[in-house]
């Protein structure tokens, strides 16, 4: 009888959950909802998309970092869908790390890289990287900065930021001598002489290891070179141009500032941060070096009134072109399994609220057409120009060979210096060097 009854209750219990599962055809849960549960459940066909994990890896890390931890929480914010995990690590290390993961095949899907041909347009070129030519947020930025991520109309990545090298000027050696900034070569030599005449040396530079002067010809060959001949660093690469010739002009100008004393006597003895204290301290008028540079000088002398321009070697009726260059780039790995996700997060990083805090952040320039961020108002001037998309990038970033090219270009030029070789025998050993690097 006890057995009768088990078997009974369990043939109701049955058609108890027979019933149930009919009856909630359109709740996909096995348990039926209490009247409250019902009133407040969301339907599973609304519920948010599964998170999708974004890996970013790339060369900041510690205090470079920057906005990048700001910028990600504010990108998960928009896309809570999307999660971004950043690795980070010294530059150094990275360029290793970075070709080892591409080479095993699993780099991660969004990459922070170099600019130019040795970096992020050779991994490119090589078939690692997405083409992103035809996004329409690529047209956010200037001209000149996609040159550094671009080749035969495929870009491999978005620069982020830019740096530059120019003319640092004292403006109250200026305002005293009735000085404008100086917009042609003419100008910049009548300004020189004016400030030598009064007793000022007119630029400060250190030549111990030639760095300087390789940074000098980087902010006056980009008028004079690539001005008549932009593709110039294409023609460089294919061996159908070399150094001689088309950057003779671009020596002699410089070189000719030695005789007419406008540049730092024995200059060859003299470090960067000697030169740089004397302009900072008053004794020199004008330092050429990189944006990078100002807080050295402002700490030497906070009360220091400065600007930078770029360099004018263009002739009168020109335009001026500064020498800027991209900082960082973001590239997406082409063999990503989340390429939605990683095109959202170029996306983001290319709108000009989210690049301000990152250039605010690095002391860098802006590369969105028409913008200049929040800069040290030094820059003013510079930045103008650049907005303007009239800048070019460090010369070595589109050179196959500019490892060997501008380490002998450091070295002739202190020869040049010490009278023991001309600038033209200069250009030959640059080309030399080039052609035993392209061996």
Same mark, same amino acid.
């Given at each position: 009888?006890?057995?009768?009854? %088990?078997?009974?209750?369990?043939?109701?219990?049955?058609?108890?959950?027979?019933?149930?599962?009919?009856?909630?055809?359109?709740?996909?849960?096995?348990?039926?909802?209490?009247?409250?549960?019902?009133?407040?459940?969301?339907? =599973? @066909?609304?519920?948010?998309? @599964?998170?999708?994990?974004?890996?970013?890896?790339?060369?900041?890390?510690?205090? *470079?970092l920057g906005a990048i931890p700001e910028l990600n929480e504010k990108f998960m914010s928009e896309n809570p869908e999307i999660k971004v995990v950043y690795e980070?690590?010294?530059?150094?290390?990275?360029?290793?790390? $970075?070709?080892?993961?591409?080479?095993?095949?699993? +780099? !991660?899907?969004? /990459?922070?890289?170099?600019?130019?041909?040795?970096? =992020? $347009?050779?991994?490119?070129?090589?078939?690692?990287?997405?083409?992103?030519?035809?996004?329409?947020?690529?047209?956010?930025?200037?001209?000149?900065? &996609?040159?550094?991520?671009?080749?035969?109309?495929?870009?491999?990545?978005?620069?982020?930021?830019?740096?530059?090298?120019?003319?640092?000027?004292?403006?109250?050696?200026? @305002?005293?001598?009735? &000085?404008?900034?100086?917009?042609?070569?003419?100008?910049?030599?009548?300004?020189?002489?004016?400030?030598?005449? !009064?007793?000022?040396?007119? #630029?400060? #530079?250190?030549?111990?290891?030639?760095?300087?002067?390789?940074?000098?010809?980087?902010? =006056?060959?980009? !008028? %004079?070179?690539?001005?008549?001949?932009?593709?110039?660093? !294409?023609?460089?690469?294919?061996?159908?141009?070399?150094?001689?010739?088309?950057?003779?002009?671009?020596?002699?100008?410089?070189?000719?500032? #030695?005789?007419?004393g406008y540049l730092t006597e024995k200059s060859t003895g003299v470090s960067l941060d000697q030169a740089q204290q004397a302009f900072a301290t008053g004794k020199?008028?004008m330092y050429i070096d990189g944006s990078w540079s100002l807080a050295g000088i402002k700490k030497t002398n906070p009360d220091l009134k400065l600007g930078m321009?770029?360099?004018?070697?263009?002739?009168?009726?020109?335009?001026? /072109?500064?020498?800027?260059?991209?900082?960082?780039?973001?590239?997406?790995?082409?063999?990503?399994?989340?390429?939605?996700?990683?095109?959202?997060?170029? *996306?983001?990083?290319?709108?000009?609220?989210?690049?301000?805090?990152?250039?605010?952040?690095?002391?860098?320039?802006?590369?969105?057409?028409?913008?200049?961020?929040?800069?040290? *108002? +030094?820059?003013?001037?510079?930045?103008?120009?650049?907005?303007?998309?009239?800048?070019?990038?460090?010369?070595?970033?589109?050179?196959?060979?500019?490892?060997?090219?501008?380490? *002998?270009?450091?070295?002739?030029?202190?020869? =040049?210096? %010490?009278?023991? #070789?001309?600038?033209?025998?200069?250009? @030959?050993?640059?080309?030399?060097?080039?052609?035993?690097?392209?061996?």
């Open positions: 009888m006890k057995r009768k009854g %088990l078997g009974l209750l369990a043939i109701v219990m049955m058609l108890v959950m027979v019933v149930s599962a009919c009856g909630g055809g359109n709740n996909k849960n096995t348990a039926s909802p209490s009247p409250t549960e019902s009133s407040s459940q969301t339907p =599973v @066909e609304s519920a948010p998309a @599964e998170s999708v994990t974004l890996k970013v890896t790339g060369f900041k890390s510690g205090t *470079e980070g690590m010294p530059g150094g290390q990275f360029k290793d790390f $970075i070709k080892t993961r591409f080479a095993a095949g699993d +780099a !991660s899907d969004v /990459i922070l890289m170099h600019p130019g041909l040795s970096d =992020v $347009i050779s991994y490119g070129k090589a078939g690692y990287l997405m083409d992103l030519s035809g996004e329409s947020w690529i047209s956010n930025f200037t001209a000149a900065a &996609l040159k550094s991520t671009s080749q035969d109309g495929q870009v491999y990545a978005i620069p982020n930021d830019m740096n530059v090298m120019g003319v640092y000027y004292n403006k109250e050696i200026f @305002e005293k001598l009735s &000085l404008a900034t100086p917009t042609n070569w003419d100008e910049f030599l009548a300004a020189s002489e004016a400030i030598k005449q !009064s007793g000022t040396l007119p #630029i400060a #530079i250190g030549n111990n290891d030639g760095w300087m002067t390789l940074a000098a010809l980087y902010t =006056v060959a980009p !008028s %004079l070179v690539y001005g008549p001949t932009p593709d110039f660093d !294409s023609k460089l690469n294919d061996g159908s141009a070399t150094f001689t010739g088309a950057w003779d002009d671009t020596v002699a100008k410089w070189f000719s500032l #030695i005789d007419k020199a008028a321009f770029a360099m004018p070697s263009n002739a009168a009726g020109q335009d001026v /072109i500064a020498s800027a260059a991209v900082g960082t780039t973001f590239a997406i790995n082409k063999d990503t399994k989340v390429a939605d996700a990683a095109k959202k997060y170029l *996306e983001f990083w290319s709108q000009a609220d989210n690049q301000k805090l990152w250039t605010k952040s690095q002391q860098g320039f802006m590369t969105i057409n028409g913008e200049t961020g929040d800069i040290d *108002e +030094a820059f003013n001037e510079i930045a103008a120009v650049v907005a303007q998309g009239n800048s070019y990038p460090f010369l070595d970033q589109g050179w196959l060979y500019g490892g060997a090219a501008t380490t *002998e270009m450091m070295t002739s030029a202190q020869g =040049v210096y %010490l009278k023991a #070789i001309t600038p033209a025998v200069m250009l @030959e050993n640059m080309d030399k060097a080039w052609a035993d690097a392209a061996k």
